[in-house]
């Protein structure tokens, strides 16, 4: 369809889901944006890199779709509109357009091409996605055994966190709230959240309490597992020692643990072999 063949609002309200090619011009993409109301922040190289493909005649038409919801939203394709807004205004491109989708399968676009689950999280109006997302992904790992298997993170899909954050609002509320006192300790911060969301589901208060001792670091006597803790994590700063997030989730567990239930810690231990397994990977004690 060329522009005088199609009405902007009547392709919106047709049922079901559509795929047609369209000639578009800079002021339809102009119209097209203003329904980009849900999506991630604009990208100024990616607008770019496809305004260069435009100005040197490098644009083709490969399938690349631009697609709305069926209530009308702009789902996937903001960067090419916008590239395309900044070109002479009888400009005209062909463009696959699609039209009708559930809003919902916008948090399975362009996972390939660089929109990560933060950016997911972040268009479902999720704080803190930066935090969260890599925190939520190392809690699944932890409860699915993916601690101890390899490749377990890189088959971890976007939509398997983007559900467990559904499923478990009480869980980010947590870490959002207490995002600062969790990144507060020496440890990488994806680690001490996973920690931080398994201890506080069995003790809350304690948990609370552990990481603002391990903060302030004061009042701290030799046996105290909190400032055992700190100790091996400023030097595994200090000398850069490279710890892995099970080292550092069995670590704080183990000092957790101790802390409870008031006993003295000096050292921490390691499986033979240094590799964690599920039989020897510490748990959070009731």
């Known amino acids: 369809m060329t522009a005088p063949d199609f009405n902007l609002a009547t392709i919106f309200d047709r049922p ?26 604009l990208r100024e190289t990616g607008v770019q890199r496809w305004l260069s493909d435009m100005e040197n005649g490098r644009w083709v038409l490969n399938g690349d779709t631009i697609r709305f919801s069926r209530d009308g939203v702009l789902l996937d394709g903001q960067h090419r509109l916008t590239a395309l807004t900044r070109m002479p205004s009888d400009t005209t491109l062909e463009m696959v357009v699609v039209t009708g989708l559930e809003p919902e399968a916008q948090d399975t676009m362009d996972i390939g091409g660089g929109r990560g689950v933060k950016d997911i999280l972040a268009l479902n109006e999720v704080a803190d996605s930066d935090f969260i997302a890599p925190a939520i992904k190392q809690i699944i790992l932890y409860e699915t055994g993916g601690f101890f298997r390899r490749n377990s993170a890189a088959t971890l899909t976007h939509t398997a966190i983007v559900q467990y954050v559904g499923d478990h609002p009480d869980e980010v509320e947590f870490l959002s709230q207490n995002r ?20 506080w589901r069995k003790h809350p208060a304690e948990t609370l309490e552990f990481f603002d001792r391990l903060r302030l670091r004061t009042g701290l006597e030799l046996g105290d597992p909190v400032l055992t803790l700190d100790k091996r994590l400023r030097k595994v700063r200090d000398t850069r020692e490279n710890l892995t997030v099970p080292d550092y989730v069995a670590l704080l567990t183990q000092a957790f643990n101790a802390f409870v239930k008031g006993e003295r810690k000096l050292r921490f231990i390691r499986p033979a ?13 009731d």
């Open 273 to 285: 072999g240094g590799r964690w397994t599920a039989e020897t990977f510490p748990e959070v004690k």
């Open 16 to 41: 079901g889901v559509h795929t047609d090619i369209f000639k578009v011009t800079p002021e339809i993409a102009a119209r097209w944006l203003e329904r980009n109301t849900r999506n991630r922040a």
């Open 180 to 199: 600062a006192l969790i990144k507060s300790i020496d440890a990488i911060p994806r680690a001490s959240a996973c920690f931080a969301v398994v201890a």
